[in-house]
């Protein structure tokens, strides 16, 4: 994270809270630790109401293990496995395959939603959002 997080500054991204695997006695993911530090330090009084968009199959199992929303990223995450070079110079059907590959693996992972990226998430959380109002919660 030491280098990440200037990295991410330099490209306006401020995180209020930042938690890594070595931070914590019981582990990284798959389990649910580090999303439930980020939900004490960041004193979230609802888990439920919380969103873990992770681009890994361990991200989403760690956001479903926490007991939140989970949202994979298909194309520009880790799962794709693409360069943002890869990603441009890739045919719309190339794209299509990938995402097909990997929305089948987030989705026997338990996501609840899956996005092409991180553009995509407006839509979804407006879509949660709706679903906590009725009520529901992310079983």
Not at 25 to 39: C, S
Not at 41 to 51: K, N, P, S, Y
Not at 97 to 125: C, M, Q, W
Request: proline share 6%; glycine share 8%; aromatic share 4%.
């Amino acid at each position: 994270m030491n280098a990440l997080l200037p990295a991410a500054a330099a490209h306006g991204i401020q995180p209020d809270c930042v938690v890594a695997t070595d931070d914590l006695h019981a582990g990284g993911r798959p389990g649910p630790y580090m999303a439930l530090k980020n939900v004490i330090d960041l004193a979230v009084t609802d888990v439920a109401a919380c969103v873990k968009v992770d681009d890994s199959l361990p991200g989403i199992t760690e956001g479903r293990s926490a007991g939140m929303w989970t949202v994979g990223v298909l194309l520009t995450g880790n799962e794709a496995g693409l360069t943002e070079s890869d990603f441009h110079a890739a045919t719309p059907e190339a794209l299509n395959a990938i995402r097909s590959n990997v929305r089948e693996k987030f989705t026997s992972a338990g996501a609840h939603y899956t996005v092409d990226s991180v553009a995509d998430l407006p839509s979804v959380l407006t879509e949660i959002t709706t679903r906590l109002q009725r009520g529901e919660r992310p079983v």
